[in-house]
């Protein structure tokens, strides 16, 4: 036996949006979309300038952090040329041939050039000692400061003098003694010259520790903000001044950063990479332009510092964006509010209609389509109104036509 399954009726309410969810949906989302564009465009422009400034501002302390290091061994190499040249350092080159009982190495001149050089020494405040040497010869030096060592190997300073010809005015180079556990020192040699003779050899001594007071203005903790600095790093990417992050970074901290690798290819200029801790930051690299250093310089500062301005402006940006947003959100509904009002009487009198409720009008007063709707509305009403009358008259004269034609 077979027998008809009739579907079962559907209880499922169908989710219906009404045209009032759609206006405020869709004026809503057009009123949002040049909103969401100006907030993009506003804030993209602000971060490249941000960024802009803070790049310039980095530079501007790389600059002069590099004018200042040049400045600086200008003037050390004045240093060595004057003192080189001055008739003391030919005595004093000459005494070392003598015993020290010697009268050179006991005459006035001497010994006044020798206290004279010790004092101007350790008033410029920048030199560890100076040397006098000759060949075959133990050399004479002046101790300034004491925590550098000058014990240089003898084959080491003969090769030195033996590089000095008379076409070398100086050489600067980096020496690290075996016993000063790689506490490097920049050392000015240059040629003592008797008429054309090459009689000897003066070395000026400069600790590493002289550059980072360049770099940090003597305090360490001087820098871009809390975690901005600036750095010299030489030719095997080893910093040569202190880390404002790390103890004794002198010739330990291993620097071989995108900005370090572009800077020692002679090119300068500004990026976002990551520094010798793996953090992202902003910085400004270039070289020291300084003979027989290759040495570079860079200004740094943490992104995520240097952003602060840009992430206050963006938060700015979005809770104004909510603020303007609600504002929106309630002009569009009162908006598509009073767009459906007509609407809404509208189908209130149709439904009237259905129930043979004829003849009410609308009292709206617009003059656009939806007025022009409703006063079409008001005339079918009427017209609807007009054919009930007369059909119900109509109906009363035959009641009464057939009463009467029975009577």
Wanted: glycine content about 6%; overall charge neutral; proline content about 3%.
């Amino acid at each position: 036996m077979f027998s008809l399954a009739l579907p079962e009726k559907r209880n499922a309410t169908v989710m219906r949006i009404t045209v009032t969810k759609k206006l405020i949906i869709n004026f809503f989302v057009l009123s949002l979309l040049p909103l969401l564009a100006i907030d993009t465009i506003f804030y993209a422009k602000a971060r490249e300038a941000l960024i802009g400034r803070t790049f310039e501002q980095l530079t501007f302390v790389r600059v002069e952090k590099t004018a200042r290091v040049t400045a600086f061994m200008d003037q050390r190499i004045h240093d060595l040329i004057n003192i080189s040249e001055n008739a003391g350092s030919v005595n004093q080159l000459n005494s070392l041939y003598d015993p020290p009982e010697s009268e050179l190495a006991k005459s006035p001149e001497t010994i006044l050039f020798t206290d004279f050089l010790t004092t101007y020494l350790r008033a410029a405040d920048c030199y560890s000692s100076i040397l006098f040497y000759l060949p075959d010869m133990a050399p004479f030096s002046i101790l300034i400061d004491s925590a550098h060592p000058t014990g240089y190997p003898q084959v080491w300073l003969q090769k030195q003098f033996d590089r000095i010809t008379a076409n070398t005015q100086y050489f600067i180079q980096e020496y690290s003694p075996d016993n000063a556990d790689s506490v490097s020192q920049v050392l000015l040699l240059k040629g003592v010259y008797r008429a054309n003779d090459k009689v000897g050899m003066v070395i000026l001594t400069v600790p590493l520790t002289i550059f980072s007071r360049i770099m940090f203005d003597d305090n360490p903790m001087n820098g871009l903000g809390k975690t901005g600095e600036s750095y010299i790093v030489g030719s095997e990417f080893l910093m040569r001044s202190t880390s404002r992050f790390t103890h004794n970074a002198v010739m330990q901290i291993h620097v071989k950063t995108t900005g370090v690798k572009l800077a020692q290819t002679d090119s300068s200029g500004t990026g976002m990479y990551q520094d010798y801790r793996g953090v992202q930051v902003l910085g400004s690299y270039g070289q020291v332009k300084v003979q027989g250093l290759n040495w570079v310089i860079l200004a740094e500062i943490d992104a995520n510092e240097a952003m602060v301005p840009i992430f206050v402006l963006r938060n700015s940006i979005i809770y104004l964006s909510i603020i303007i947003a609600m504002l929106l959100l309630g002009i569009v509904i009162f908006n598509a509010t009073w767009i459906m009002l007509p609407i809404k009487k509208l189908k209130a009198a149709t439904d009237g209609i259905s129930k043979g409720k004829y003849g009410d009008k609308i009292q709206l007063k617009q003059q656009d389509e939806i007025g022009d709707l409703v006063e079409a509305f008001n005339l079918m009403s009427q017209t609807l109104q007009e054919q009930s009358e007369r059909l119900e008259h109509e109906k009363i004269m035959r009641t009464t036509s057939m009463i009467d034609a029975g009577g």
